[in-house]
């Protein structure tokens, strides 16, 4: 079955960084698309950021660009969100997804990230 676990959550001042990471199994990694979203308390979730399955396109929120940047391990069936410059805004659960076979929604359990000093 498809699984995807996050990691790397935590607590960061203002202007520090973080990577998270989600591990993923179940399915052919290398054939999918991955995105990361976050939400945050009394908000939607948002879609933070896009990678194509080779990896060759990029895609972010205006929020994020320039701070953020998404990648992936195909060897490692995992794919990474490096997040730099974080501001109290960025505080919300980040969640991996991928839409499997085109139909199905598969969302990790999250992964908890706060800014603030």
């Known amino acids: 079955q498809v699984q995807l676990v996050e990691s790397g959550g935590g607590l960061v001042q203002p202007g520090g960084s973080l990577r998270l990471s989600c591990a993923a199994s179940g399915f052919t990694f290398s054939s999918y698309a991955m995105s990361w979203y976050r939400q945050a308390p009394g908000k939607e979730r948002e879609l933070v950021a896009f990678?194509?399955?080779?990896?060759?396109?990029?895609n972010y929120a205006d929020s994020v660009k320039g701070r953020f940047t998404i990648s992936r391990d195909n060897t490692k069936n995992t794919v990474y969100l490096q997040m730099t410059s974080l501001k109290p805004e960025d505080t919300a659960v980040y969640y991996c997804?991928?839409?499997?076979?085109?139909?199905?929604?598969?969302w990790g359990q999250g992964t908890q990230v706060t800014v603030s000093s």
């Open positions: 997804f991928v839409k499997y076979k085109g139909i199905f929604n598969y």
């Open positions: 990678i194509t399955n080779a990896g060759y396109t990029t």
